[in-house]
Protein backbone atom coordinates (compact mmCIF):
# COMPACT_ATOMS: atom_id res chain seq x y z
CA UNK A 1 0.00 0.00 0.00
CA UNK A 2 1.25 3.48 -0.88
CA UNK A 3 2.22 5.50 1.79
CA UNK A 4 0.53 9.00 2.39
CA UNK A 5 1.86 11.40 -0.29
CA UNK A 6 3.32 9.17 -2.41
CA UNK A 7 2.31 6.33 -4.74
CA UNK A 8 3.95 2.80 -3.56
CA UNK A 9 7.41 2.35 -5.23
CA UNK A 10 7.94 6.10 -6.05
CA UNK A 11 9.76 8.63 -3.77
CA UNK A 12 6.61 11.12 -5.05
CA UNK A 13 4.50 9.78 -7.83
CA UNK A 14 5.97 8.25 -11.61
CA UNK A 15 6.31 11.51 -13.54
CA UNK A 16 7.88 13.86 -10.35
CA UNK A 17 10.18 10.67 -10.04
CA UNK A 18 10.81 10.65 -13.94
CA UNK A 19 11.29 14.33 -14.31
CA UNK A 20 13.77 15.13 -11.46
CA UNK A 21 15.27 12.32 -10.15
CA UNK A 22 15.39 9.28 -13.07
CA UNK A 23 16.11 11.48 -16.23
CA UNK A 24 18.61 13.69 -15.28
CA UNK A 25 20.85 10.59 -13.77
CA UNK A 26 19.98 7.99 -17.10
CA UNK A 27 19.49 10.94 -19.76
CA UNK A 28 22.90 12.66 -19.07
CA UNK A 29 25.13 9.28 -18.50
CA UNK A 30 23.62 8.39 -22.12
CA UNK A 31 24.93 12.02 -23.18
CA UNK A 32 28.34 12.28 -21.80
CA UNK A 33 29.88 9.98 -23.93
CA UNK A 34 28.45 11.65 -27.74
CA UNK A 35 30.83 15.07 -26.46
CA UNK A 36 33.59 14.91 -28.67
CA UNK A 37 36.98 14.75 -26.74
CA UNK A 38 38.51 17.72 -25.60
CA UNK A 39 34.98 19.06 -25.35
CA UNK A 40 34.65 21.56 -23.04
CA UNK A 41 31.46 24.07 -21.65
CA UNK A 42 33.08 26.99 -21.10
CA UNK A 43 31.30 30.23 -19.53
CA UNK A 44 27.37 28.63 -20.33
CA UNK A 45 27.78 25.63 -18.83
CA UNK A 46 30.33 26.80 -15.68
CA UNK A 47 27.17 29.14 -15.05
CA UNK A 48 24.45 26.34 -15.37
CA UNK A 49 26.52 23.45 -14.39
CA UNK A 50 29.12 24.80 -11.71
CA UNK A 51 27.14 27.91 -10.15
CA UNK A 52 23.77 27.00 -10.55
CA UNK A 53 23.57 23.24 -9.87
CA UNK A 54 26.79 21.91 -7.99
CA UNK A 55 27.34 24.68 -5.92
CA UNK A 56 24.34 25.52 -5.55
CA UNK A 57 23.11 22.42 -4.41
CA UNK A 58 25.81 22.31 -2.01
CA UNK A 59 23.94 25.11 -0.30
CA UNK A 60 20.14 24.36 -0.32
CA UNK A 61 21.29 21.84 2.34
CA UNK A 62 20.61 25.04 4.25
CA UNK A 63 16.68 24.54 3.78
CA UNK A 64 16.92 21.25 5.14
CA UNK A 65 19.22 22.30 8.34
CA UNK A 66 19.86 26.65 9.30
CA UNK A 67 16.91 27.92 7.73
CA UNK A 68 14.43 24.48 9.32
CA UNK A 69 13.43 25.64 12.62
CA UNK A 70 12.67 22.33 13.75
CA UNK A 71 15.72 21.13 12.42
CA UNK A 72 17.90 23.54 14.02
CA UNK A 73 16.40 23.10 17.58
CA UNK A 74 16.96 19.36 17.03
CA UNK A 75 20.28 19.44 15.65
CA UNK A 76 22.09 22.82 17.18
CA UNK A 77 25.04 21.38 18.98
CA UNK A 78 25.93 19.57 15.21
CA UNK A 79 24.99 22.69 13.59
CA UNK A 80 27.67 24.86 15.12
CA UNK A 81 30.49 22.90 15.90
CA UNK A 82 30.67 20.79 12.46
CA UNK A 83 31.17 23.55 10.61
CA UNK A 84 34.08 24.87 13.03
CA UNK A 85 35.38 21.10 13.04
CA UNK A 86 35.84 20.81 9.24
CA UNK A 87 37.38 24.76 9.21
CA UNK A 88 40.15 23.03 11.36
CA UNK A 89 40.67 20.35 9.44
CA UNK A 90 40.95 21.84 6.21
CA UNK A 91 43.54 24.71 7.62
CA UNK A 92 45.60 21.93 8.80
CA UNK A 93 45.59 19.98 5.49
CA UNK A 94 45.87 23.29 3.32
CA UNK A 95 48.19 24.25 4.89
CA UNK A 96 50.53 21.19 6.47
CA UNK A 97 49.78 18.86 2.61
CA UNK A 98 48.75 21.75 0.59
CA UNK A 99 50.07 19.02 -2.65
CA UNK A 100 47.66 16.61 -1.24
CA UNK A 101 44.73 18.68 -0.14
CA UNK A 102 42.55 18.08 -3.28
CA UNK A 103 43.60 14.54 -3.21
CA UNK A 104 41.35 14.36 0.00
CA UNK A 105 38.97 16.52 -1.20
CA UNK A 106 38.56 14.12 -4.12
CA UNK A 107 37.78 10.60 -2.37
CA UNK A 108 35.44 12.47 0.62
CA UNK A 109 33.37 13.44 -2.39
CA UNK A 110 33.59 10.06 -4.11
CA UNK A 111 32.36 8.83 -1.42
CA UNK A 112 29.41 11.27 -0.75
CA UNK A 113 28.71 10.88 -4.17
CA UNK A 114 28.52 7.04 -3.86
CA UNK A 115 26.80 7.48 -0.96
CA UNK A 116 23.98 9.71 -2.21
CA UNK A 117 23.32 7.36 -4.93
CA UNK A 118 22.54 4.59 -2.05
CA UNK A 119 21.05 6.72 -0.09
CA UNK A 120 18.03 6.99 -2.40
CA UNK A 121 18.03 3.39 -3.16
CA UNK A 122 17.16 2.76 0.63
CA UNK A 123 14.42 5.70 0.13
CA UNK A 124 12.99 3.49 -2.54
CA UNK A 125 12.81 0.27 -0.35
CA UNK A 126 11.34 2.18 2.32
CA UNK A 127 8.71 3.79 0.15
CA UNK A 128 7.90 0.30 -1.14
CA UNK A 129 7.93 -1.08 2.07
CA UNK A 130 11.05 -3.52 1.57
CA UNK A 131 13.29 -3.89 4.01
CA UNK A 132 16.55 -2.34 4.02
CA UNK A 133 18.65 -4.36 6.56
CA UNK A 134 17.88 -8.15 5.18
CA UNK A 135 19.57 -9.39 2.65
CA UNK A 136 18.19 -7.98 -0.13
CA UNK A 137 18.90 -4.65 1.51
CA UNK A 138 22.23 -6.05 2.15
CA UNK A 139 22.83 -6.88 -1.34
CA UNK A 140 21.68 -3.80 -3.06
CA UNK A 141 23.69 -1.46 -0.84
CA UNK A 142 26.65 -3.55 -2.24
CA UNK A 143 26.14 -3.94 -5.70
CA UNK A 144 25.20 0.37 -6.25
CA UNK A 145 28.34 0.75 -4.74
CA UNK A 146 30.56 -1.80 -6.28
CA UNK A 147 29.15 -0.31 -9.47
CA UNK A 148 30.17 3.22 -8.99
CA UNK A 149 33.22 2.01 -7.45
CA UNK A 150 34.09 -0.24 -10.61
CA UNK A 151 34.01 3.40 -12.72
CA UNK A 152 36.54 4.75 -10.41
CA UNK A 153 38.66 2.06 -10.79
CA UNK A 154 38.60 2.27 -14.16
CA UNK A 155 39.36 5.49 -14.23
CA UNK A 156 42.31 5.11 -11.85
CA UNK A 157 43.90 2.26 -14.06
CA UNK A 158 43.38 4.16 -17.62
CA UNK A 159 43.00 7.72 -17.01
CA UNK A 160 40.31 9.95 -18.44
CA UNK A 161 40.66 13.57 -20.13
CA UNK A 162 39.23 15.02 -17.27
CA UNK A 163 39.79 15.23 -13.29
CA UNK A 164 37.24 14.87 -10.58
CA UNK A 165 38.86 18.64 -9.59
CA UNK A 166 41.94 19.29 -10.37
CA UNK A 167 44.54 17.53 -12.59
CA UNK A 168 46.34 14.83 -10.54
CA UNK A 169 44.29 14.84 -7.68
CA UNK A 170 43.67 11.10 -7.80
CA UNK A 171 46.60 8.59 -6.47
CA UNK A 172 48.52 6.60 -9.01
CA UNK A 173 49.46 4.49 -10.27
CA UNK A 174 46.80 1.71 -10.21
CA UNK A 175 47.76 -1.92 -11.05
CA UNK A 176 45.40 -2.82 -14.31
CA UNK A 177 45.45 -6.51 -13.10
CA UNK A 178 42.72 -5.48 -10.34
CA UNK A 179 39.72 -4.55 -12.79
CA UNK A 180 39.12 -8.07 -13.87
CA UNK A 181 38.72 -9.38 -10.37
CA UNK A 182 36.57 -6.41 -9.36
CA UNK A 183 34.32 -6.77 -12.86
CA UNK A 184 33.62 -10.31 -11.70
CA UNK A 185 33.08 -9.47 -7.97
CA UNK A 186 30.52 -6.26 -8.93
CA UNK A 187 28.73 -8.95 -12.13
CA UNK A 188 27.99 -11.24 -9.07
CA UNK A 189 26.71 -9.29 -6.82
CA UNK A 190 23.96 -7.61 -9.57
CA UNK A 191 23.08 -10.74 -10.83
CA UNK A 192 22.44 -11.87 -6.90
CA UNK A 193 20.27 -8.43 -6.58
CA UNK A 194 18.86 -9.24 -10.14
CA UNK A 195 17.66 -13.05 -8.65
CA UNK A 196 16.68 -11.74 -5.32
CA UNK A 197 14.43 -8.81 -6.43
CA UNK A 198 12.82 -10.89 -8.79
CA UNK A 199 12.66 -13.77 -6.19
CA UNK A 200 10.59 -11.26 -3.73
CA UNK A 201 7.77 -10.63 -6.02
CA UNK A 202 7.23 -7.16 -4.54
CA UNK A 203 7.35 -4.03 -6.67
CA UNK A 204 9.84 -1.34 -6.67
CA UNK A 205 9.43 0.08 -10.07
CA UNK A 206 11.45 3.61 -8.73
CA UNK A 207 14.28 2.15 -6.77
CA UNK A 208 14.76 -0.20 -9.81
CA UNK A 209 15.22 2.13 -12.26
CA UNK A 210 17.31 4.15 -9.87
CA UNK A 211 19.43 1.43 -10.24
CA UNK A 212 19.78 0.99 -14.37
CA UNK A 213 20.08 5.11 -13.76
CA UNK A 214 22.69 5.29 -11.71
CA UNK A 215 25.07 2.52 -13.44
CA UNK A 216 24.19 4.68 -17.27
CA UNK A 217 25.37 7.60 -14.94
CA UNK A 218 28.30 6.30 -13.99
CA UNK A 219 29.66 4.28 -17.10
CA UNK A 220 28.75 7.08 -19.47
CA UNK A 221 29.74 9.73 -17.31
CA UNK A 222 33.09 7.71 -16.25
CA UNK A 223 33.98 4.83 -18.03
CA UNK A 224 32.76 5.92 -21.89
CA UNK A 225 32.94 9.39 -21.82
CA UNK A 226 35.77 11.76 -23.63
CA UNK A 227 35.72 15.36 -22.85
CA UNK A 228 35.49 17.24 -19.52
CA UNK A 229 31.72 18.68 -20.59
CA UNK A 230 30.79 14.93 -20.51
CA UNK A 231 31.94 13.89 -17.33
CA UNK A 232 30.60 17.19 -16.19
CA UNK A 233 27.35 17.30 -16.68
CA UNK A 234 27.02 13.69 -15.86
CA UNK A 235 28.34 13.72 -12.52
CA UNK A 236 26.92 17.37 -12.13
CA UNK A 237 23.39 16.59 -12.85
CA UNK A 238 23.37 13.14 -12.08
CA UNK A 239 23.92 14.59 -8.48
CA UNK A 240 22.86 17.68 -7.63
CA UNK A 241 19.37 17.65 -9.53
CA UNK A 242 17.93 14.85 -7.73
CA UNK A 243 19.39 16.71 -4.52
CA UNK A 244 18.07 19.94 -4.78
CA UNK A 245 14.17 18.13 -5.98
CA UNK A 246 14.55 16.33 -2.52
CA UNK A 247 15.54 19.13 -0.55
CA UNK A 248 12.51 20.89 -2.27
CA UNK A 249 10.31 18.04 -1.46
CA UNK A 250 11.24 17.30 1.78
CA UNK A 251 11.91 21.31 3.02
CA UNK A 252 8.30 22.27 1.45
CA UNK A 253 4.55 22.17 3.57
CA UNK A 254 2.63 19.70 2.46
CA UNK A 255 -1.47 19.15 3.42
CA UNK A 256 -0.59 15.30 4.08
CA UNK A 257 3.00 15.46 5.11
CA UNK A 258 4.48 16.85 8.13
CA UNK A 259 6.87 19.51 8.82
CA UNK A 260 8.53 21.87 6.04
CA UNK A 261 10.68 25.19 6.63
CA UNK A 262 7.71 27.79 7.62
CA UNK A 263 10.12 30.30 5.17
CA UNK A 264 9.07 28.38 2.16
CA UNK A 265 5.69 28.31 2.41
CA UNK A 266 3.51 30.77 0.38
CA UNK A 267 3.81 32.21 -3.20
CA UNK A 268 7.36 33.28 -3.74
CA UNK A 269 8.73 30.09 -1.79
CA UNK A 270 10.07 28.49 -5.17
CA UNK A 271 11.55 31.59 -5.74
CA UNK A 272 13.11 31.68 -2.23
CA UNK A 273 14.54 27.79 -2.42
CA UNK A 274 16.54 28.73 -5.59
CA UNK A 275 17.30 32.27 -4.97
CA UNK A 276 19.33 31.67 -1.52
CA UNK A 277 21.54 29.05 -2.75
CA UNK A 278 22.12 30.86 -6.00
CA UNK A 279 23.13 33.46 -4.49
CA UNK A 280 25.27 32.19 -1.80
CA UNK A 281 27.26 30.00 -5.26
CA UNK A 282 27.73 32.82 -7.45
CA UNK A 283 29.50 34.78 -4.08
CA UNK A 284 31.19 31.45 -3.68
CA UNK A 285 32.45 30.95 -6.57
CA UNK A 286 33.61 34.48 -7.51
CA UNK A 287 35.53 34.43 -4.59
CA UNK A 288 37.44 30.89 -5.60
CA UNK A 289 37.98 32.46 -8.76
CA UNK A 290 39.25 35.79 -7.14
CA UNK A 291 41.43 34.72 -5.17
CA UNK A 292 42.35 30.55 -5.74
CA UNK A 293 41.98 30.09 -9.52
CA UNK A 294 42.15 33.55 -11.10
CA UNK A 295 40.83 32.52 -14.17
CA UNK A 296 37.39 34.87 -14.90
CA UNK A 297 37.76 38.18 -13.10
CA UNK A 298 40.71 40.20 -13.67
CA UNK A 299 43.58 38.79 -11.96
CA UNK A 300 45.71 40.79 -9.15
CA UNK A 301 48.77 39.70 -7.03
CA UNK A 302 47.58 37.60 -4.26
CA UNK A 303 50.29 36.84 -1.11
CA UNK A 304 50.85 33.01 -1.14
CA UNK A 305 50.35 32.60 2.52
CA UNK A 306 46.64 33.85 1.73
CA UNK A 307 46.01 31.42 -1.17
CA UNK A 308 46.08 28.03 1.04
CA UNK A 309 44.25 29.73 3.62
CA UNK A 310 41.57 31.35 1.56
CA UNK A 311 41.18 27.61 -0.13
CA UNK A 312 40.53 25.93 2.96
CA UNK A 313 37.43 28.33 3.42
CA UNK A 314 36.17 28.04 0.98
CA UNK A 315 35.83 24.12 1.17
CA UNK A 316 34.37 24.56 4.00
CA UNK A 317 30.88 24.68 3.27
CA UNK A 318 30.98 21.52 0.37
CA UNK A 319 32.75 19.54 3.61
CA UNK A 320 30.02 20.46 6.09
CA UNK A 321 27.19 19.23 3.30
CA UNK A 322 29.34 15.63 3.03
CA UNK A 323 28.97 15.44 6.37
CA UNK A 324 25.49 16.69 7.33
CA UNK A 325 24.10 14.20 4.73
CA UNK A 326 25.16 11.53 6.34
CA UNK A 327 22.68 12.79 9.82
CA UNK A 328 19.54 14.67 7.80
CA UNK A 329 19.06 11.97 5.63
CA UNK A 330 18.83 9.09 7.87
CA UNK A 331 14.98 7.79 7.64
CA UNK A 332 13.94 8.51 10.92
CA UNK A 333 10.42 9.27 12.49
CA UNK A 334 10.72 13.05 11.89
CA UNK A 335 12.33 12.32 8.23
CA UNK A 336 9.84 9.45 7.13
CA UNK A 337 7.01 12.37 8.66
CA UNK A 338 8.32 14.66 6.13
CA UNK A 339 8.65 12.32 3.04
CA UNK A 340 4.91 11.09 3.70
CA UNK A 341 6.22 7.55 4.75
CA UNK A 342 4.22 6.98 7.49
Not at 35 to 63: C, E, K, M, R, Y
Not at 89 to 110: D, N
Not at 175 to 203: C, D, E, I, Y
Not at 306 to 332: C, F, S
Request: with cysteine.
Amino acid sequence: MAAPGGQAGWLRSPAWDAAFLLAPLALTGLLAPLFPAGTVGGLPAWLLLVVAIDVAHVWSTLWRTWLDPAERRRRVALLWTLPLAVLLATLATATLTPVRFWTVLAYIAIFHFIRQQLGFAMLYRARAGLPGRDLGGRVERAAIQAVCALAVLIWHVDGRPFDWFVEGDFLGPTPGWLVWPAAVFTSALVATHVALRVRSGRANRGGDLWFVATAINWWGGIVLARSDLGFTLANVMGHGVPYLALVWFSARPHPDRAGGAPALAGRWAAALFAGVPLALAFAEELTWDLVVWQERLPAFDVPDAIVPIATAVLAVPQLTHYLLDGVIWKLDGPLRARLGFG
